[in-house]
Every structure is written in C-alpha cells, then in structure tokens.
C-alpha cells in the first residue's frame, strides 16, 4: 500500500513539473525549466523504479513464459520517450550524430548512401543549426561521391521514421531500441528463479546511465547492445534454455538459428570491433551445444558467417582500399602494447572520472561483488560474461581513443554493458538458509545487509547524476583532457583543485589507482557485512568521502598544479592543444601564457622549503629570450631563462629550493617582452616538491 502512494505521488509531481518545464517559457520563468525538469526526472525515476518493484509477482507469474511481460518493455519506452523533447530543446547533435543523421536523411529522401549532394546542399540544416563537413576517414572516390565511415545499418533502419518526424522520428527509433533492450536484457536473467534480483539488474541497467543517456541519442552501439542481448538470447533457447528446441518444431528451430545468424553477422557491419562479440557468442554456443548438435551449429554459423564477413571486407576494401575499413592491423596488435598502457586504460573505462562507468554511476560498482557472486554461485555464467566483455575491453583499452572520442562516457563498452549487468543477478539473489529451514519463514536468506545499504547509497547517488546528465545533456560530452563539466563549475566557483583528488586516466595521478582499489575493496567487504548497524557506517563511506572532498582539497599538501584548471587564475593565454584537437591524448595539455600574462593558483603547503618543477615547452615568434618568473605571493623564488637559440621542444626545468611563506599564493609570470610578435611558454604541469 505504501509503494503503491509512492507511485502515485511520484507520477503525479512528475507531471505536474514536466507542465510547468513547459509551461515556464510561455508566462516568463524560463529560469525555473532546469529545476522543474530536474525535480520531474527525479520523479520519473522514482516512479518506474517504484513500478518495476511492484511487478515482481507478475514477473514471477511469467517465469515459465517464453519471454517477460511487456509492460517490462513498456516501462523504460514511456521513460525514454517522455525525456526526448527535452534533449530535442536542450542539445543539438554532437559527436557522430550529425553524420548519422545525413546519411539517414540521405537514404531517406535521396534512396542512396551518397552524401556528397548532402554537403553541398547543407542538409544537416533540417537537423541541427550549422551545416556540417565531411569527416576524415570518409571514403571518396574518383567521381566526387562520398560515403559516411560509420556504416549505413542502424540509419537504413531510422530512415523511415526520419522521413515521417526528423530527428525527433530518428529519436523514438532509438528509444524503442534501447527499451528493447532493456526487456531482453531482462529475459536473459532468466537464468534465476529470484525475480527480485532480476529485476533489481534490469532497473539499474535500463534507469541508470549511461545506458538512459544513449536512449537520448543517436550512437549504432545502442543497436549493437540489442543485436548482441539477442544473439544471446537464441543462444540460451538453442541450448537448454526456456523455449529449448527439444520441445519446439523443426520449424521453429530453425528459425531460432536463422535469428541467431543474422544478430551475429550485423554486428559486424554496425562497427567492425563488433565482430569480437560476435566471436564470443559463437564460441559460446559451440561449447554449449551437445557433441550430436555441435556438427549442425557450426555448418550453420559457417553457411551465414563466412559469407557475411567476406561481404563485409569485400565492402569495405571496395570502399575503403582496405579490408579494415578506416582501421589497420596494427590496432589488432594488442599484446604489443605495456601492460601499463592496458591498466589505465581499463582503468580508465571504468573509474575515470569524466568517461569511465562508474564515475557516471556509481552504482556499477557493484559489478566487482557481483562478479565475486557469480565465482561462487554461476562460474559458468562469470566465465561467459568474460569471454563476451574481456577481449572487446582489452582491445578499447589498448587504443589512444579508450574513451569513445567525443562521445558520453563508456561508448566502446557500451555493447557489453548488458552482459555486464548479469553479473548483479547473483549478487541480489536471496538463497536458501540451510541452517535454519526449520524455522518458519526463515529458508531464504536475504542479500547482506551491507551490500543493501552500500547498493541504496549508490543508487541515490547514481539517480542524482542521471537527472544532472539529463537535464544538462550536454555534460555528458567531456575533453580528453583530465576535466569534467561539474568539477569544472564547481572548481571555478570554489577556487579548490578538486579534480586531483579523483582518479583520471588522461591525467594519471595517485588517486588514479588510489581510489578504485579503496572503492572496490570497500564494495567486495560489503557482502560480508549482516548486522545493520555496521552495514549503515560502511554505506555511508561514498557519502562521507564527497562530503570531505573539498575539505581535503583546501588541507592536503599541493603536490601538482595543472595550469588550465578552473582553480588556477589566468590573466590571458589559451589552452593548447586548440580545444577541439582530434586524438587529444597525443599531446600534453597545456595552458600558453604569452608575454605579459600570468597565472595564479592558492596552494596548500606541505612544508617550509618549496622546490618548484615545470614541464614546459617555448612558443618562440621570434628570435628573443623567454623568462617565466616563479613567485610565492610578492616574494620572488626563481627565474628560468630561455636563450633565443634554445631547444622548443617539452622539457622539465626547475626552481632552486626556496623558502615558502605562510598563506602565499603561486604565481607564475612571463615578463612583457619589448617586441611584437609576443613569445610564450605552453606550461603542461607544475610540480611542488615540499622540503
């Protein structure tokens, strides 16, 4: 009865705060539509995580069922759809949506997949406010045609409804898939009979970014999860699972195996990266099929696979020249690359704080007991997961690009982010009490208190940085450059260097592997936790950590200063490289200060004696000496001169040890030169080697 008032209060407060978002414009408040959106997404989440709770009698009614209820599919479309005229109104497309979308408009209007006339006539006008050019890496051939690097499935499958609605047409195709899915995300838990567990997976997965940010936008990877969950799905009816063969028709088998041979060969040609899932999936059924059945899989997959990958590399090596496509071999290399360079990139994908999963949602933290769970109780279930998401993690980790390039947060692993969230199956499922069957009402034993208290916590933070990421959409889009949006305001506003305390894989640092060793050690201990007082405490270390995070900032010791953060003062300059650089990660990020400009940071001593380390490079505009003076406050700490012939190339100079003053600021200062064009230093890092 309680749940049920919490649905109705929450679907009608969101509402009414979805009327005044759009009414506030129309009687002069436009100020208030951030807020009312804010509160009506809050209450929308609210609401059909509150539904979704509701329905497990129902969910367990449908457990003999050859697939979930479809109000499970109805849940997270209603959602999606509701939020789209919002980010319609909110953000024009970015990353690759633009050309996405002109090659859907292409195929749309023009029935073609040439895009050359597209650019000439600036179609991308009828989709966004600017025209937009051709992308490099787009193929072109001899007579001028031009064809889109990104493929041409998952805009033939929008251009109908583009054609009917536009962009926003191209939206609820994206909607739609993302909450398909969702739905056979959740029939894939079928593998429990706990319907609570599967549902608590489901909701974390279709309600939680970044998978509600994708169902906002236009990126072929929402299209991969739903090919990839349903290649699975057949997989599971094909071995042993719900609607098994050995009880279906010869018919109805083989078109379980025709289904399954399609999702595998479209992969594929989505993205390329994709034929490792696709891979994966079919060596899961080969091991999972019976030796009498295995001959048949695999002259099966054979007859669809080998034609569709030479369909697939004729294509690209008649488009491109290359079998690869836009890629090469060497990006296959990947046992070439260190260890070192593979570990941050992992890293990066899940904890750094501008792209990685669980920066953006907590609660995916729970992955790591999760997968400790699944050892204990599902290994067959942990041993697939990873065979499905380790080789296509190591490969995104190996690459300059982990991050996904302009894009929200976990892009190249959002395709096994479904197989992921299985993982949080076993983690939530309540198991028989073997020592206690006799007492009544006491056979089934209820997930640790501290992993309930721990997955609360998380699931309101998590909950807080989805209403944040929609209602600012455009936060979600983050430079390569060790920054994220929020910490960014909040840095500006506060004058404290916040963001070194978080971990980044752009801008490595000791929080970078600090903080997820601390995080995931707290999160595998969490199950271990059943009295509820000790489980309250330890739940309450995410919060009590944000809570401190701008305490420490103001008291532990400057160790590091990067000069283009929000907490460093410039008096003029610009950040380098320019701001919308391609690869980023190439190159150091730096700030210029020209002649006549400085830079100015509060710094938080760790001792009395101070020796100062730059990484810098010369911006030399003509043949004269560059002097950049270090100063603690008013008292000067050291000079570095740089002769007209000296080398322009990135190195590291030092300040002699020096006495540093109580409640100086640093400032950093190039002298006015005497002539005209002005030189520079592009100063990477500042490091304060306390004494």
């Not at 959106?37 to 059909?48: E, K, N, T």
Request: proline share 7%.
């Amino acid at each position: 009865m309680v749940r049920r008032g919490i649905d109705a209060w929450a679907l009608g407060a969101a509402v009414v705060l979805g009327a005044i978002t759009l009414a506030s414009p129309l009687v002069g408040v436009a100020a208030w539509q951030p807020a009312a959106m804010a509160g009506a997404v809050a209450a929308g989440l609210l609401y059909v995580t509150c539904r979704v709770l509701a329905l497990e009698p129902l969910l367990e009614r449908a457990a003999g069922a050859g697939r979930p209820p479809l109000v499970f599919l109805l849940l997270p479309f209603g959602l999606y759809l509701a939020l789209i005229p919002w980010s319609i109104h909110e953000r024009a497309p970015d990353g690759d949506e633009p050309w996405f979308l002109l090659t859907t408009h292409s195929i749309a209007y023009d029935f073609d997949l040439d895009v050359a006339n597209n650019y000439r006539n600036q179609d991308s006008l009828a989709f966004m406010p600017r025209a937009i050019e051709p992308q490099p890496g787009d193929p072109e051939t001899d007579d001028g045609t031009i064809r889109s690097r990104h493929g041409a499935v998952l805009q033939a499958v929008m251009a109908p409804a583009y054609r009917l609605g536009g962009r926003a047409g191209a939206m609820v195709v994206l909607a739609a898939l993302a909450a398909l899915g969702a739905w056979l995300l959740l029939d894939l838990t079928a593998f429990s009979q706990d319907a609570r567990a599967r549902l608590a997976a489901y909701a974390i997965f279709s309600f939680a970014a970044p998978f509600l940010i994708y169902s906002q936008q236009i990126w072929a990877e929402v299209a991969a999860v739903v090919l990839a969950v349903a290649a699975f799905r057949w997989i599971d009816r094909l071995t042993g699972g719900k609607e098994s063969p050995t009880t279906e028709t010869e018919g109805a088998e083989w078109r379980m195996w025709a289904l399954l041979a399609l999702s595998l060969a479209l992969l594929p040609a989505i993205k390329l990266r994709l034929a490792l899932i696709s891979v994966a999936l079919a060596l899961i059924l080969v091991l999972r099929l019976a030796p009498a059945r295995r001959r048949r899989g695999l002259l099966v997959l054979a007859a669809v696979g080998v034609p569709s990958a030479l369909l697939v590399l004729w294509s690209n090596r008649a488009v491109f020249g290359t079998v690869l496509g836009m890629h090469s071999w060497n990006e296959l290399e990947v046992y070439r690359e260190p260890a070192s360079k593979l570990a941050l990139g992992l890293n990066g994908l899940f904890f750094d704080l501008a792209y990685g999963l669980i920066a953006c949602a907590p609660i995916w933290l729970l992955l790591f007991p999760g997968a400790v769970a699944s050892f204990r109780r599902n290994r067959r279930l942990l041993f697939e997961v990873a065979l499905i998401a380790g080789p296509t993690l190591l490969l995104v980790a190996s690459r300059r690009e982990w991050y996904g390039g302009w894009s929200p947060p976990f892009r190249y692993g959002l395709v096994v982010l479904p197989f992921l969230a299985l993982l949080l199956v076993p983690l939530f499922e309540r198991r028989p009490d073997l020592g206690r069957q006799g007492a009544e009402g006491s056979a089934v034993r209820s997930p640790a208190a501290g992993i309930v208290a721990l997955a609360l916590v998380l699931a309101l933070l998590s909950g807080a940085l989805t209403v944040l990421f929609v209602v600012e959409p455009g936060w979600t889009y983050n430079l390569a450059d060790g920054r994220h949006h929020f910490l960014h305001h909040l840095e500006a506003r506060t004058g404290l260097d916040l963001a070194r305390l978080l971990p980044s894989a752009t801008r490595a640092r000791t929080a970078t592997w600090l903080l997820p060793v601390l995080a995931v050690a707290v999160a595998i201990l969490a199950p271990r936790v059943r009295r509820r007082s000790v489980a309250a405490a330890c739940a309450g270390l995410p919060l009590l950590f944000l809570a401190a995070l701008p305490v420490l900032a103001d008291s532990l010791p400057t160790r590091r200063l990067e000069i283009e953060s929000a907490a460093v003062h410039r008096t003029g300059g610009n950040q380098e490289p320019e701001r919308w650089t391609l690869d980023r990660t190439r190159y150091p990020e730096a700030w210029v200060l020209p002649e006549g400009s400085r830079a100015e940071a509060a710094v938080i001593p760790g001792g009395d004696r101070v020796e100062i380390a730059v990484v810098l490079r010369v911006i030399r505009n003509r043949a004269a000496p560059v002097t950049l003076v270090a100063r603690a406050g008013g008292q000067e700490l050291g000079r570095l001169t740089f002769a007209a012939g000296s080398d322009d190339d990135w190195q590291t100079r030092a300040v002699a040890p020096a006495p540093w003053p109580a409640g100086a600021q640093l400032v950093l200062e190039v002298p006015r030169g005497n002539a005209m064009p002005a030189n520079g230093l592009a100063i990477d890092r500042v490091d304060l080697r306390w004494q």
